[in-house]
């Protein structure tokens, strides 16, 4: 499996189905004497960012986690061993209602959005 192509921006889905969003990083575990071996994923705009290079991955955990808090300065991360199929979309094991993974969308809903007369 050629990793880079086969899963960078394909839809990530929970057990239920439920669109995620796409996988924008690899994490990846440097063992001595041993090829790499992939943690994690990840997903987010600060992954995404990361991807243009360590500056843009900069301004944009910064610009999270001064928007949101610190908690919002890290993309989040799924697990590699949950993950349970690979085929158009990624499927993985979890459940999306478990997770942490729409905080960020809601907190945007409540203090943003939701702020906008009409909306």
Known sequence: MK??????????????????????GLVAELRPD???????????????????GSRPGRRMARLAASMGG???GEPHRIAWHKVKDIGIDI?????????????WQD?????????????
């Open 3 to 24: 990793l880079l192509r086969d899963l960078l921006d394909k839809q990530v889905v929970d057990r239920e189905q439920v669109k995620i969003g796409k996988v924008d």
């Open 34 to 52: 041993k090829p790499p071996r992939i943690v994690a994923i990840e997903l987010g705009s600060i992954a995404l960012a990361r991807r243009l």
């Open 70 to 72: 610190k908690q919002y």
């Open 91 to 103: 499927e993985f094991d979890i459940d999306v209602r478990e997770t942490s993974i729409f905080a």
């Open 107 to 119: 907190w945007l809903r409540d203090h943003v959005i939701g702020r906008i007369p009409g909306a």
